[in-house]
C-alpha cells in the first residue's frame, strides 16, 4: 500500500454529520494531503457539482461523545470537521484550493425507510421548532427521510419501528 503523502492537496470524504455541544460538524475520512484549521476549500456534494467554498473552521476528533479541537490531521485518518456542515445535506467531498474535483461515489445502504409516522408538536406554537428539528434530523441520520405530507402533516420515515422511536422519542 501506498503511503499518503501529507503535502499533497487534501481530500477528505464526509459520510456523516455529528451533533455536539458546539453544533453540528462533518465527519469524514482524509484520503490525501492533510486538513487543517483555516483552509480553504471547495465542497462538492455530487458528481458534476461546481461545489460551495467554505474555510474549516475546526479540525478535530471524535472522543466518544466529545469533541476535542486539533490544529490538523494528515491522510488516513477519520476527522470532524467544523465550518463546512452548512454547505453538506448527508455526504460530500471536500477538497482544498488546487485540487481537482474528484468527488467520491455516495454510499448505498442496504436498508431504506420503510417505517412512516405523522408527527405535530404539543403545542401549535412550536411548529417551527418542530420543522427546524426534523430538518437537522433528516441532516445527522443518513436513513431518516423527512417530508410534509400533501395533508400538510410532517412525516418521519425510517428503518423500523425502534428507529423511529429513537428518533422522535
Known sequence: MEECDSEAPASVFISKIIPFKQGTMAFGRV??????????????????DKGKNKTITSVGVCMGAKFEAISSMPCGNTVVIGGVDSAILKEATICTAGQTSM???????????????????KRAVDID???????????????????????GEYVVAGAGDLHIEICIG
Not at 490525501?32 to 455530487?46: P, Q, R
Not at 468527488?103 to 408538536?121: D, E, G, I, L, N
Open 31 to 48: 484520503f490525501s494531503g492533510t486538513v487543517k484549521t483555516g483552509d480553504s476549500v471547495t465542497i462538492y456534494t455530487h458528481a458534476g
Open 103 to 121: 468527488t467520491f461515489k455516495h454510499m448505498k445502504f442496504a436498508v431504506a425507510p420503510v417505517v412512516q409516522v405523522a408527527v405535530k408538536p
Open 129 to 151: 421548532k418542530l420543522d427546524k428539528g426534523l430538518k437537522k434530523l433528516s441532516k445527522v441520520d443518513q436513513l431518516v427521510k423527512v417530508f410534509r405530507a400533501e395533508s
